[in-house]
């Protein structure tokens, strides 16, 4: 092999093809490494930077795209900012580990400039984006460079929190090497075993100056886990709030190992044939077919210890009757709560409901349903069932459209945006198989006729926003009563219809202490 060709000094060009001039490195550091302490209090929900840390193909990348999916899904914008795609910019022809060896001063230079215009660009996505959590993905291997990141956080005021990826096992590297390092732009022009030998050498350059995490002296102060082996250990510190607990438990969750998950909606239903949203309808003679080909589909898999989920809605449990398998009722899979729409068709809902049926083509995802769900409650409401799928291994989901299109963004990476009209046709089976850097997925008829339930989105919402909104279309949570009640859109009019009605004012309520009898009105509920 030939040694790295850089590109001259002068003229290293950034990730969006801005110049870099080696003689201003020692302005930016001391602006990332300052002198004095932290410029102001830290916010409650300050950006935070997660920071990767460990020796290459240690799952850093899959882990930094893996979690970055997970948070915009759940509705936290981040974004990966992988520092060796910055390299690759400045450097156009890796040719040798050499460009990675600690004796090499020049390479050292460049790396370092990589690293500091990928932290520029994590500072204008978390102050000038609206981002919230950017992963700063590279190996971070030595406490300088940490310590330069954590200086930068301080001056900018943004939370760190870091996640390093310890693995010892030299199969689990070697099949990491195989399966993501050789398909790298470095090495497109290079055959797989010196590609793998190379890869080797440019490990053993980082291993000479490698400082793990150390928890227990060094870094206790630092908010850290230390995910061991792939999963089989995890080593937390001083998580500060509720978005690293979350990310904690996501990344306790996942695992690597190879497994297939299949979603498709429940059979035609009767409501199906009527135009109908929501209810619980049963089957139609079509939807039956279609159980019976879903169980022969299942038997032609051949699948080890598949699991069967399905709602608690009828026509979920009645096509996975048909499979003559053990199945798990989940109520967190029933279909989206349409509230004061359920079983109306969409033609009933513009005619009784005009500004309802305008509020939700004009932004469908926040859009909630009056008494009813808005596709981001279901979201919030389907996350147990992603952790659990993460868990598993081979899955047959049954549910139902709107469901399964928030399932199906969440594995393909899609946007709020895009989410509510992803095609999840009837009949049709989606296999599929996590990689290691996304999804592959596998559309499958069971060609069985059905109806066509999928509403493009109208023209009049993709030429820009409606003027219509209303105050409560974005609140996180829905209303946990059962009954419907009529909508009230701001506190003024909730105290002006207090005040009209009788027995809207609270009343004391009796305290029940030990000893005492309870009457009849005092009973609990």
């Not at 079983?343 to 309802?356: A, C, D, G, N």
């Amino acid at each position: 092999m030939t040694t790295a060709r850089l590109c001259p000094a002068a003229d290293l060009r950034r990730w969006r093809g801005e110049v870099i001039h080696l003689d201003s490195l020692a302005a930016d550091l001391s602006a990332f490494w300052p002198s004095h302490s932290a410029c102001g209090p830290q916010l409650a929900n300050s950006p935070t930077v997660i920071v990767m840390v460990g020796l290459p193909a240690r799952g850093k990348t899959y882990i930094s795209k893996k979690l970055t999916r997970y948070l915009n899904w759940i509705g936290v914008p981040t974004k990966v900012f992988n520092v060796g795609e910055y390299r690759r910019e400045a450097v156009k022809h890796y040719s040798s580990y050499d460009f990675f060896r600690p004796d090499n001063e020049e390479a050292m230079k460049v790396r370092r400039q990589c690293a500091l215009a990928a932290l520029r660009d994590v500072k204008l996505y978390l102050t000038e984006e609206a981002g919230q959590i950017a992963v700063f993905d590279a190996t971070n291997t030595t406490r300088e460079r940490r310590g330069m990141i954590l200086n930068f956080a301080k001056e900018n005021g943004f939370k760190v929190f870091f996640i390093e990826s310890v693995c010892n096992d030299p199969t689990v590297v070697a099949t990491n090497i195989m399966e993501v390092k050789l398909s790298s732009p470095d090495y497109r022009d290079c055959n797989s075993t010196d590609a793998m030998e190379d890869f080797m050498k440019r490990i053993n350059c980082y291993q000479a100056s490698y400082q793990p995490l150390d928890p227990d002296d060094y870094d206790r102060e630092l908010s850290l886990i230390k995910v061991i082996d792939v999963g089989r250990r995890f080593l937390v510190n001083r998580v500060q709030d509720h978005i690293q607990s979350r990310i904690v438990y996501y990344l306790m969750n996942i695992h690597v190992q190879p497994r297939t998950i299949y979603l498709c909606r429940h059979g035609e239903s009767e409501f199906n044939l009527k135009g109908k949203i929501g209810g619980d309808s049963g089957l139609s003679n079509r939807g039956k077919k279609f159980a019976l080909a879903l169980n022969k589909f299942v038997e032609e898999q051949n699948l080890k210890d598949l699991k069967v989920w399905t709602s608690q809605l009828k026509r979920t449990i009645q096509t996975a009757e048909a499979l003559q398998l053990p199945y798990e009722q989940w109520k967190a899979l029933n279909e989206i709560d349409a509230g004061v729409c359920e079983e109306m068709t969409y033609e009933e809902i513009r005619e009784q409901h005009p500004e309802e049926f305008a509020l939700r083509d004009q932004d469908k995802y926040y859009y909630r349903y009056p008494s009813g769900e808005s596709y981001q409650d279901l979201v919030q409401r389907l996350e147990p069932v992603i952790m659990e799928l993460e868990r598993q291994e081979n899955v047959l989901v049954i549910c139902h459209q709107a469901v399964m299109r928030c399932l199906l963004a969440y594995f393909l990476d899609k946007s709020a945006d895009e989410m509510p009209y992803l095609k999840c046709p009837l009949h049709t089976v989606l296999k599929l198989t996590p990689m290691a850097y996304g999804c592959r997925v596998e559309s499958i008829s069971l060609n069985i006729e059905a109806v066509n339930t999928h509403r493009e989105r109208p023209e009049e919402a993709k030429k820009g926003p409606n003027p219509l909104m209303r105050r409560n279309s974005v609140t996180p949570l829905a209303s946990p009563e059962p009954t419907k009640k009529p909508r009230i859109n701001s506190f003024e009019e909730h105290v002006a219809v207090s005040s009209a009605l009788p027995g809207c004012v609270p009343q004391e309520v009796p305290t029940q202490l030990p000893g005492q009898n309870m009457n009849n009105s005092q009973k609990p509920l």
